[in-house]
């Protein structure tokens, strides 16, 4: 299991992407899911609670920010979402 200091020692960025990378290489479809999910509340914490009310009902909207959520404010708001499943995955 990674350690957690290690991994908290990363930008948000690089969080993101080897957070997706493992999913997508697990075909973990329910962190992916649980990522979109947890994308408007992100985006509510950056500043921008209505972003995440569209998205909510756009799923293209859901899939832009998918693709961009290891950038800005809301890969620091989904932080905590990186390191948790970074963290409990084993690698």
Do not use: C
Not at 56 to 70: E, W
Not at 75 to 88: H, I, M, Q, T
């Amino acid at each position: 299991m990674p350690d957690i200091e290690n991994l908290d020692a990363l930008s948000s960025g690089e969080l993101h992407d080897r957070a997706v990378r493992l999913a997508v290489s697990r075909g973990d479809v329910k962190f992916l899911w649980d990522l979109l999910r947890d994308i408007p509340a992100a985006k509510a914490a950056a500043g921008d609670p209505r972003g995440g009310q569209d998205d909510i009902l756009h799923v293209t909207a859901l899939i832009r920010d998918f693709i961009t959520a290891g950038e800005g404010e809301v890969a620091e708001g989904l932080r905590p979402v990186y390191l948790d499943y970074l963290s409990n995955t084993g690698d």
